[in-house]
């Protein structure tokens, strides 16, 4: 069975642009949960999506957005980027809901803001 | 506050050593997961338990729920096990608050 998948893997960008982050979950899993890792912050919850439907939300500005469509596979936007966006930002995916089930991640997507 | 800490920051040992990484959380959680990262930002979930003790090869996490507190073992070290490990923690119904990760580095 084919892993997370996260395109691109690496992404750079000039302050104020826009950028499209995709992943795709391991078949069968519903849920995608978004994270960024900075060294200042490290690991930080995003955002998570389960049946189209984003249904927990971290301590991220409204720039951050994203969407599930309804194969499962998830795109995050951010929008009028930032130099302090510049972070590895990872992906994962269950089988469902649920805060005791396991999570697969993807190899990430590294953006850098110039 | 939901907060998670790990010890020790950094960790450097020889070929073979038995190695203990340690995580302790502020309240109650619902699961407690030990990730590995290597170099290139790759992540994989090495444990999730609630309760009680468990093994993958020469790994082992325990969790001592009294006492909010978790520790990652590894026996016999090999410089592949060179890596981050980072304790994340499900509060209540929220999502993953992640520790700061300990960089281990084993010397062959």
């Known amino acids: 069975k084919a892993g997370v998948t996260q395109t691109p893997r690496y992404l750079i960008k000039t302050r104020g642009q826009q950028v499209t982050l995709s992943c795709s979950p391991i078949s069968g899993h519903r849920s995608v949960s978004w994270y960024q890792q900075t060294p200042g912050q490290g690991l930080q919850f995003l955002f998570e999506y389960f049946s189209e439907t984003q249904r927990n939300k971290g301590n991220f500005p409204g720039r951050f957005s994203g969407r599930q469509f309804s194969n499962s596979r998830s795109e995050m936007n951010v929008s009028t980027l930032e130099l302090g966006d510049s972070a590895l930002y990872l992906c994962?995916?269950?089988?469902?809901?649920?805060?005791?089930?396991?999570?697969?991640f993807g190899p990430g997507t590294r953006l850098t803001v110039t | 506050k939901n907060e998670v800490e790990q010890s020790p920051q950094n960790l450097t040992a020889q070929e073979g050593e038995f190695i203990t990484i340690n995580c302790s959380y502020s309240?109650?959680?619902?699961?407690l997961h030990w990730l590995q990262q290597h170099p290139g930002g790759g992540i994989v979930s090495l444990f999730m338990l609630s309760s009680g003790k468990k093994k993958h090869g020469r790994l082992i996490a325990t969790i001592n729920i009294q006492e909010k507190h978790s520790s990652l073992h590894i026996t016999a070290s090999h410089p592949r096990d060179s890596a981050v490990y980072i304790c994340?923690?499900?509060?209540?119904?929220?999502?993953?608050?992640f520790g700061t990760g300990t960089r281990l580095t084993i010397i062959p």
């Open positions: 994962a995916s269950s089988l469902g809901l649920g805060e005791s089930l396991e999570q697969y």
């Open positions: 994340a923690a499900n509060f209540g119904n929220e999502k993953l608050t």
């Open positions: 309240v109650g959680i619902s699961a």
